[in-house]
């Protein structure tokens, strides 16, 4: 209780400031080859406080967390299907308490998945089933978006509508992709706005894949009066990862959470 009243207190005075991690989608070229490990010392040595795991379970958990350790950083997020969410349950949650890491998330829908209006809602429903015990078990949640939420549309209401108006807000968060938004015609700082006390966590970038460079100030500047917690960097770069250049990304958007 102490903890939050002084927690509150800063965010009121506006001491805190985001923290700032990155996915570790943004060194695929080293996980390609074997190189996790690089990859978790390359992150630390940007700076980050944190690091987000995707396609994680061909690597044991402990095998994880040890080089996790061995590089400063903690797991915030992990990035996961929703068939073990599903299936296996039990499973993900032994993996993500092995880790250390607070936050599951949902972060993509295969084809099969999704297409109709029904698909789109037997999701929202098993991610809602999958939330609440999460929650029991002491995790949080949250569906990460892509283009196709927008882009799949039935009588008017978009695949994240569906997901938004038919899952509980207080088991379901959002960690929201903003290089997505511009595609589709929304305002960053607007839809975050709609999103309000559902949005966990903000995916950011400072260049796209066709390297035009991206700004993401709106966003973030949205996301802090909401007391978003962590702004995660996500920029693919190119084989071999130049760790000036990540470390460049990371200082934009530490300054961007920053007000500089």
């Not at 190189?35 to 390359?42: H, R, Y």
């Not at 690091?51 to 044991?60: G, M, R, T």
């Not at 283009?147 to 569906?162: A, L, P, R, S, T």
């Not at 770069?237 to 934009?252: C, H, L, N, Q, R």
Request: aromatic share 12%.
């Amino acid at each position: 209780m102490v903890f939050n009243y002084y927690t509150n207190y800063y965010k009121w005075k506006g001491i805190f400031n985001m923290k700032v991690g990155v996915q570790f989608y943004s060194f695929k070229p080293e996980i390609d080859s074997g190189g996790f490990d690089k990859a978790l010392n390359m992150a630390a040595r940007c700076g980050v406080e944190g690091v987000e795991l995707f396609s994680l379970y061909d690597i044991p958990a402990i095998t994880y967390r040890k080089a996790l350790n061995e590089a400063g950083v903690v797991c915030y997020g992990t990035h996961n299907h929703l068939s073990p969410l599903i299936n296996d349950l039990d499973g993900v949650m032994a993996y993500n308490y092995t880790l250390g890491n607070p936050m599951v998330i949902c972060h993509y829908l295969t084809a099969e998945e999704r297409g109709t209006r029904d698909k789109w809602l037997f999701a929202a429903e098993s991610i809602n089933k999958a939330a609440a015990i999460l929650k029991r078990n002491g995790f949080d949640f949250s569906y990460h978006n892509h283009d196709f939420e927008f882009g799949e549309v039935f009588d008017g209401e978009c695949g994240m509508d569906i997901i938004l108006g038919n899952t509980d807000p207080h088991l379901v968060g959002i960690e929201l992709h903003i290089g997505q938004l511009p595609r589709f015609g929304l305002d960053m700082a607007e839809y975050i706005k709609k999103l309000g006390r559902r949005l966990k966590v903000l995916h950011v970038h400072t260049f796209q894949r066709d390297g035009e460079s991206f700004d993401s100030s709106p966003a973030i500047t949205a996301a802090k009066a909401l007391d978003v917690e962590w702004a995660i960097v996500e920029n693919v770069f190119t084989a071999p990862t130049d760790i000036e250049a990540v470390k460049k990304s990371i200082g934009i958007i530490r300054d961007l959470t920053r007000g500089l």
